[in-house]
């Protein structure tokens, strides 16, 4: 595949992109952002190397207690920083529906101020509103449903790797 026909397929996904948003009206944008931002939540959970906790504490003391206690310090940063992490994937996975709901509404009201001004004899008037309703209703539903599955299983994992810690005996 050239660099040409990636950047032309590239740039018809941008509009595909921009076309879906523009069809489901003002409150795509802030869906895009709760999408992308969830993404990015992910995303830093995902590409981290959480799987060495050794290496997250690089000052080493001649007292194996201390050293042992420092390690599990750095530990205990770094599940926090997912925990935090994973509640804002959980807030994102709420607010999305939300979102797709007042989209909803928005669409409705469009279609009756449309029908209002144009008469509801025209189906076009009817359907545009009805399309931007769904676009949004189904946007909403697809982020929030993918943010709370993304959060059960971070969670049943950072869940395990608490039982490990206990199990291992390394809880203070």
């Known amino acids: 595949m050239s660099l040409d026909s990636l950047l032309f397929s590239v740039r018809q996904f941008g509009h595909a992109i921009l076309g879906f948003i523009e069809l489901g009206g003002v409150v795509m944008w802030p869906l895009f952002a709760c999408c992308l931002w969830m993404l990015w939540l992910v995303s830093r959970a995902l590409f981290k190397d959480t799987g060495d906790y050794s290496k997250a504490m ?3 003391t001649r007292h ?3 050293n042992q206690r420092l390690s599990l310090l750095a530990l205990r940063q770094i599940q926090a920083q ?5 509640q804002g994937v959980k807030l994102l996975a ?11 509404v928005s669409g409705m ?5 449309a029908g209002a001004s144009y008469g509801f004899h025209d189906p ?3 359907s545009a509103g009805i399309s931007m309703a769904m676009v949004t209703t189904q ?3 697809f982020v929030g449903l993918s943010g709370a599955l993304l959060a059960f299983f971070w969670q049943r994992k950072l869940n395990r790797v608490d039982t490990n810690l206990l199990v291992g005996g390394k809880h203070a």
């Open 109 to 113: 009201i469009a279609m009756f101020d």
């Open 82 to 86: 997912q925990y935090a992490d994973l």
């Open 64 to 66: 194996d207690w201390l």
């Open 124 to 126: 076009a008037v009817i």
């Open 139 to 141: 946007t909403g539903l």
């Open 58 to 60: 690089l000052v080493t």
């Open 94 to 104: 709420m607010v999305a529906p939300l979102l797709g709901l007042l989209g909803t």
